[in-house]
């Protein structure tokens, strides 16, 4: 099918000069960071996408995004990660048995470093959507990074919440699907698998469930995540040519179902905890990461829209446990009429989310 956007386009950002730079993590993974240069800048802003997604949700050309927010608003030096979740690499189709501790012990911490390399002492400030907020917290909270001087958590942080039916799809989903279907991931492109296969049978019966549209990869992320139709946005809030087969499962490909399995464990113990407290290899992330939540210094801005029907009242739940322990640090922003994802992809946030966001690091900025 003829796409309409082209994939990993870089057309949604003008008047930046933009570098590639690959690195690898000490488990032997090759990721990189993008950087977007319009101006040397005291002040570093590292954007982290979600499971599925990649950095192409902060680059959209078909309205205004937050790369371009930045740079027009006073960030000259943007970077954006792609870590092992980004659907822009294989890892999510293999059969790695990956976890969110992996993603903290390895991934954000090399990620960290690069990024250092490059910039030096300069303050840097972090974004962060969906797992990638979970994952980059827990490195933080974890101990196994180091000198953030903010941070803006969407959608979910240390404390994952879902809606009654995806704690059922969490619980039961991956050993159905790897052993009863031997699928070892989802994928919104199901539907366009070859007539009477496994992925495209299941597809076909998922959009059955969801009649509120004719997208079949839409219907698919709403039963990859959370309880809704849709589940990951409102509708309303993508710009049509978002809202289109091909450009939905780009923006959110495929996910390894070994990630339900760490995120169903979280959500039975009310926050975020290590997956396998006995493997040897990430000792040093602490089994409970909210052990020394109190004494880490980075403000965090909780940011969730008030029809998050994937990560529910979250990052409510999150900013008030967090502000027990360190009262008046951090700040919470519940959104009207937006869900999980279209805080940061809708075709209006460059209105109604993104200035809250600049008011927050400006806020923290020297």
Known sequence: MEHRIPRYTLEGVTGAEVSVHPFSTEDELGLT?????????????????????????????????????????????????????????PYNMETRRQTLDDIAAYDHPAAMRELRRHVG?????????CLGSVSFQMSLFGGAVEG???????????TPRVPAWARVKLALGPLLLEYALGLSYLDP?????????RRR????????????CREPACHMQSFMWGSGRPAMYRHGNLAPRTHVHERLADLNGAS??????????MVRAGHAVKCDPGNPALAALPDDYL?????????????????NDVFTDSN?????????????????QVLPGYGHIDPLIGKNAHVDVFPRILDFLKRNAG
């Open 121 to 129: 002492a300069r303050r840097i400030h972090v974004i962060a959507h």
């Open 189 to 197: 492109r199901f539907h366009d698998a070859p007539p009477l296969t």
């Open 256 to 265: 390894d179902v070994n990630y339900y399995r760490h995120i169903n464990k």
């Open 316 to 332: 409510v739940v999150c900013h008030r446990v967090l502000s027990k322990r360190a009262p008046g640090r951090h700040e919470l």
């Open 148 to 158: 953030v001087t903010s941070m803006v958590a969407n959608s979910v942080g240390l």
């Open 33 to 89: 960071l993008t950087r977007f240069l319009a101006e040397e800048s005291d002040d570093v802003v590292l954007l982290v996408h979600g499971l599925t997604s990649s950095s192409d949700m902060f680059i959209m050309p078909e309205h205004r995004n937050l790369v371009s927010f930045l740079l027009d608003n006073g960030f000259g030096d943007v970077w954006t990660l792609d870590f092992r979740m980004s659907n822009r690499f």
């Open 291 to 307: 052990e020394r939540a109190g004494a880490v210094e980075t403000p965090v801005l909780f940011m969730t829209g008030d029809h």
């Open 201 to 212: 049978l299941l597809a076909r019966a998922i959009s059955f469930f969801h009649p509120e």
